[in-house]
């Protein structure tokens, strides 16, 4: 599904939920024997990224779509997530899974915070079923995914990792005043480590308003004095070609070019093979005339960013990203088979 993204004018108002028997809802204390450390996992990051399918999450945590299909099953009967599955125009969806106030209870008690300090809304939460930008949303999940489960490995037979993945919602609340990028992430190979914001690009939008954006990153590396590449997916090789010269237009005239690092792949340059990964090498880098690089090799394109964090011997880190610490590790191992 990476190289072939879904359109939004594939999907249609959600399925009604079937009429099947649901276990009464349960207070937060009868969850704490029922809960494993994956399934608290699960929870934050639907309250991170509002929407993940079954297929998403079995990338992420399980063995196999059956597996994560009968936990996700289990953690709605207990009443900690609630679901939906789009119509679509051909084909069927995969049901769609997102944070029930119970589970969100849940992490509130973890944090010993109230729901409002959470963030939690359960009317904004299911929204996402209907919202437009459903399609979107997905389609950066699926980046992200795909980069998890496909880290590629070196000679030495060391993975590269996901180290972060920020929500545009966290993305927005950090920096929506001068930029708004689609995600944040952090990418370590073991021969570089490379922070980036994400633009996901569905052709939905004017070239235009997306090599506008490049004024906003220009200001945030300004701002903060921290300089993060950009890196714009788009579906097709001629969308790419485009939207490069939308790009350099804009990106020539910035007062400092060299605070705004861009590269850019099409999804239709990766192979058919299921485990490619937005890792492989299709990304180009704005400003050189190379040959197609690696996710990593980026970082040797540009001097000039900032280098991720550097644990000091005492612990602490002598730089981490604008607006905070990394979150969002992996999932932890995986549970014995009774709570499956």
């Known amino acids: 599904m990476l ?14 939920e079937p009429r099947t028997a649901r276990a009464r809802p349960v207070d937060t204390t009868a969850l704490v024997a029922r809960l494993t450390e994956r399934d608290r996992w699960i929870l934050r990051m639907l309250h991170e990224h509002r ?6 999450l079995a990338t992420l945590a399980f063995p196999s779509p059956a597996l994560a299909l009968r936990r996700m099953t289990r953690l709605h009967r207990y009443g900690v997530l609630e679901r939906f599955r789009p119509l679509r125009t051909r084909g069927s969806a995969p049901v769609h899974w997102v944070l029930a106030p119970a589970g969100a209870a849940v992490l509130a008690a973890e944090a010993g915070i109230s729901l409002r300090e959470l963030g939690y809304s359960h009317q904004r939460t299911l929204a996402i079923a209907h919202s ?16 998890t489960a496909h880290a590629p490995r070196d000679e030495r037979g060391q993975q590269a990792q996901v180290q972060a993945w920020w929500s545009q919602t966290r993305c927005q609340r950090l920096w929506g005043d001068l930029a ?3 995600a944040f992430g952090r990418y370590t190979h073991p021969e570089a480590t490379l922070d980036f914001f994400l633009e996901y690009d569905l052709a939905s939008t004017t070239l235009t308003r997306v090599a506008a954006k490049l004024h906003g990153y220009s200001e945030l590396a300004r701002t903060t004095g921290v300089i993060t590449p950009v890196l714009l997916w788009v579906p097709t090789a001629l969308r790419e070609a485009n939207a490069r010269e939308a790009l350099h237009r ?11 690092p861009v590269a850019t792949a099409a999804a239709e340059l990766l192979s058919p093979r299921p485990e490619t990964s937005p890792a492989d090498q299709v990304w180009l880098p704005l400003d050189h ?13 540009w001097p000039a ?16 990203p604008v607006g905070g ?11 014995p088979l009774e709570f499956w």
């Open 250 to 260: 804009t990106w020539e005239r910035l007062p400092d070019p060299e605070a705004v």
């Open 289 to 301: 005339d190379t040959d197609r690089l690696r996710l990593h090799e980026l970082t040797t394109a």
């Open 180 to 182: 708004r990028p689609d």
């Open 3 to 16: 190289s072939r993204p879904d359109r939004q004018a594939d999907h249609r108002k959600p399925r009604p």
């Open 132 to 147: 437009l930008q459903l399609t979107h949303t997905l389609g950066v999940s699926d980046w992200f995914a795909a980069l």
């Open 51 to 56: 929407v993940l399918t079954t297929n998403q």
């Open 325 to 335: 610490l990394v979150v969002l590790a992996p999932p932890p191992p995986t549970p």
């Open 305 to 320: 960013r900032t280098p991720p964090a550097v644990v000091d011997a005492h612990g602490g880190q002598t730089w981490a």
